[in-house]
C-alpha cells in the first residue's frame, strides 16, 4: 500500500483529476522506498489488515469464471496493493459481467503419476486445480508452490505468461493471510499454468549452451534478442499463437542463455524489468502494446514467488522469465530507438486514471510499474504506465 493514496475520493466518472501538489515527488521517492523494503522484510508490514475480508470476498464472486483470459483475481489483488481496496468489489461486479462461460468440469483425475501427459491440456485445467488443491489441503502451501514452479518453470510462456502472472498475485495475496479463497486462487493460477504450459526453444546440447555467448546483464542482451521477421509475424490471433511461431525461428534458440540466472535475483529482475520499460516506450504501437505490456507484469511476478522458493528454483525462474520476456519482444518489438516526451507523472493521479478505467491491464500495468518504480526510482516506469492507460 502506498501512504497518500485516497481510492475512495477517485471519481465514479470517466475523468481524470489531476490534484496539484497533492503529493510531492521526493516525499514519494521516500514512502514508496520505505514500502518497497518492508515487503522484503515482510509482506504482513506492509499490508496488515488493510485487505480485511475483502479479497476473498473478492475471489468468491470470481470462483466459477472460465479461467482462460480471467485476469479478474489478478486485478482485484493488484487493486488491493495499490491501497484501493475500497473499489475492489465494485470492480469485480462490472468484471464478471464480461463472462459467458463458466470453470470447465472435471474429466479425470491427475496424479504425481500421470501428470506430465497432462501439461499442456487446456481441457484439464479443472483437474489440474483438482490436484494442487488437494496438495494444498495436505502440505504447507509453500512447499507445494516450490514443487509446482520448479516442475512447471519451462513452460512458463502458459497463456502469454498469465499462469505466472495470476500465481504470483494469488502468492502474494495468500503471504499476506492464509484462508481457503486464497489457497483455491492458488490451485487455480498453478493450473492456468499447466493446462497451458507452454515453451520457448532453446539450445538442446550442455555442450551448445557451455559455448553460448557469455553472461550479460539484462540491458545488454536486450541487444542480442533476434526480432521475428514482420512477413512470419501472426496476423491477428492470440499472443499465444504468436510465441509458437518462434519455434520456427532458430535464432531465438540461444536466447535463454543470454543472461546468468545465478547472478543476484533482485537485480536481475530490476535491471530487466526497466530494460523492457523502455523497450515498451521506444516500440509501442496501437498494435503491440498489449504484448510488451506483458514483459514488464511477467517479469515483475517473478518478485512475489522468489521469497518461497528455493535458490535452484529461483534460477530457473529467472531463466525463464528472461525468456519469455525476450520472446514476447521478438514477436512484438520494433528495434525502434524513439523515446516518448517525458511529462511530470503525479502517482495519485496515474492510479486515480488506471482505477476509473475499470481495465484489468491498467491496473496491473500501473501496479507492476509502481512497484517497481519503488525499488528503482526510474522515470520510465512512470511515463511507460501513462502510456498504457491513455491507450486503454
Known sequence: MFKGLRCSSISSNNERPVKQNQYPRRRFIRDASLSAALTWISPNLLFGAVDADVMDDALERMAKL???????????????????????????????????????????????????????????????????????????????????????????????????????????????????????????????????????????????RIAATPK????????????????????????MIGLRSLHDFAPFSGVADLIDPSANSQQILSEATETFANAYVKNVTRQNFITLIHTVTATTALRSLLPFVSQETTRKLIRYGWQLAAGLYSIAGAGSVRTLEEEE?????????????????????TEACLREYALNPKSVYLNAAADAVSRL
Not at 89 to 112: D, H
Not at 345 to 364: F, G, P, S, T, W
Open 66 to 208: 472460465a479461467p482462460l483470459t480471467n485476469h479478474g483475481p489478478m486485478a482485484a489483488e493488484a487493486l488491493v496493493a495499490l491501497g484501493c481496496k475500497d473499489r475492489v468489489i465494485a470492480f469485480v461486479e462490472a468484471y464478471k459481467k464480461r463472462f459467458v462461460s463458466a470453470y470447465p468440469a472435471s474429466t479425470q483425475p491427475i496424479s504425481q503419476k500421470n501428470w506430465q501427459e497432462a501439461l499442456g491440456d487446456a481441457v484439464r485445467v479443472a483437474d489440474w486445480a483438482n490436484l494442487f488443491h488437494r496438495e494444498l489441503q495436505e502440505k504447507d502451501w509453500k512447499e507445494v508452490l516450490n514443487h509446482w514452479c520448479d516442475a512447471l518453470a519451462p513452460g512458463l510462456a502458459a497463456a502469454a505468461g498469465h499462469g505466472l502472472i495470476r500465481t504470483a498475485h494469488a502468492v502474494r495475496s495468500l503471504s499476506r493471510r492464509r484462508t481457503d479463497p486464497r489457497l483455491r486462487e492458488l490451485a487455480q493460477g498453478l493450473a492456468y499454468w499447466a493446462a497451458y504450459y507452454q515453451t520457448l526453444p532453446e539450445l538442446e546440447k550442455p555442450n551448445q
Open 216 to 239: 550479460l546483464k539484462p540491458a545488454q542482451a536486450f541487444y542480442r534478442i533476434p526480432l521475428l521477421p514482420m512477413e512470419r509475424r501472426a496476423n491477428g490471433g492470440s499472443i
Open 345 to 365: 507523472i503525479k502517482r495519485d493521479n496515474l492510479i486515480d486514471r488506471a482505477v476509473n478505467l475499470q481495465e484489468e491491464h491498467a491496473i496491473k500495468f
